[in-house]
């Protein structure tokens, strides 16, 4: 059976049926890899991958971004559930984490190497909300106005989970976010040339905060105005889950966010993050530190 790609009622986004994942060839990946770079989203229903498989998947996009020092955290569970069965509590870390993924975000921007893409399998499903919204960062930039193209373009934002995670009122004391608030967050320009296809994209989301050349008020109004304009229909899709969908978005040009849902609930998430690529992905910023012996953490393809 021949894949079939059903674009999505947006600007961006497409469902593929009539393929199995965890039995992909070369020409199956190069059917998807295409339409990665089309449309930029890619859900598809009813895949059932293990582990195992999700993570081969994954590879083909290229390196494991590594959540954890850990080579065995290639897949991690994003989850509400503790091991004891019970969920977790406000006050917890992890609670805060998954309260952060409510804010429309792109992965690792405040990491000196960005992600590339990203991808969730859903194992545990909660009765109400807990969808994944999407949102195109192509079209967000095509549709700006040339006076806000001008405004923008040669302007960058640091980016900072320190900073995003304060913005809900949570404060981060331990791990990545904390270490790159001490050492300088990533500086990153607000529009994002993609490798594949070349087209713009805003960079922006919730861990974008301080414009070098803005005072920090005008900073925060400028990032809170683009976001709002670029996260709107019909730039946006909402990814409601059934156990078994696989979704899968470009961190270059894709925004993305959790929705809320009751955290009496269970909800579990199957999560891969590949790596960006140097070239193309590393903060300015960052290009001294790593001459300076800097190695993101990957796990080798
Ligand atoms: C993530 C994330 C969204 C979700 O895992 O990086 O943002 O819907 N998840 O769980
Ligand atoms: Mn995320």
Redesign the pocket.
Known sequence: MDPTITPLDASFGAVITGIDLAGLDDAGWHIVEDAFHEYAALVFPAQNLGDEAQVAFAKRFGNIELLRDDPKAEAVL?SNEKPDGGVVEPDEHRYQT?RG?EGW?T?SSYMPLASKA?M?TALVVPPAG???ELADMRDAYDALDDERKDRIRDLSAYHSLYQSQAKVGYTIKTGAGYGYHTKGAPLRPLVKTHPATGRKSLFIGRHAYRIPGLEDGEAQALLDDLLDFACRPPRTYKHAWQPGDLVVWDNRCVL????PYDYGET?V?R?T?VAGDPANDLAPTARDERASGYEPTTSNR
């Open positions: 994003i998954l993924n975000h992965d990203a969730l807990g969808e994944t993305h966010r959790a929705r909800r998430m999560h993050r």
